[in-house]
């Protein structure tokens, strides 16, 4: 069982930045993907930035030149700079981790919330 710890999130203003970490139980430098994902009121989670443990990473497109995905190995932690925040950009948070690509085991924290103001 992995462990899924989110923390950073807040209110900021129309423009602003944050930077979210998602701090894991074990190591993470094997996992097969890790990835940030959003739920807005009324809306579907989506997908917002995946890493994998192959060095690629990719983005949706509302959010493309504006947020960055990285990991930080040897503290088992993913992170999310968000830069330029939009209030379309308020949600909750979830950082989600997929252990290895044989099997469907995925893992969740229990979000972040993340409200930008105009």
């Known amino acids: 069982q992995v462990r899924l710890v989110e923390s950073g999130g807040g209110l900021v203003q129309l423009g602003g930045s944050l930077r979210l970490s998602c701090a894991a139980s074990?190591?993470?430098?094997?996992?097969?993907?890790m990835a940030w994902y959003r739920q807005a009121p009324g809306k579907q989670r989506e997908l917002v930035a995946q890493?994998?443990?192959?060095?690629?990473?990719n983005y949706a497109d509302s959010v493309k030149g504006r947020f960055t995905i990285s990991r930080d190995n040897a503290k088992n932690t993913l992170y999310l700079q968000m830069n330029s925040l939009k209030p379309e950009d308020t949600a909750v948070y979830y950082c989600?981790?997929?252990?290895?690509?044989?099997?469907?085991?995925?893992?969740w924290g229990q979000g972040t919330q993340v409200t930008v103001s105009s």
């Open positions: 074990e190591s993470i430098i094997s996992f097969a993907a």
């Open positions: 890493s994998t443990s192959g060095g690629s990473t």
């Open positions: 989600y981790t997929r252990v290895n690509w044989l099997t469907a085991t995925t893992y």
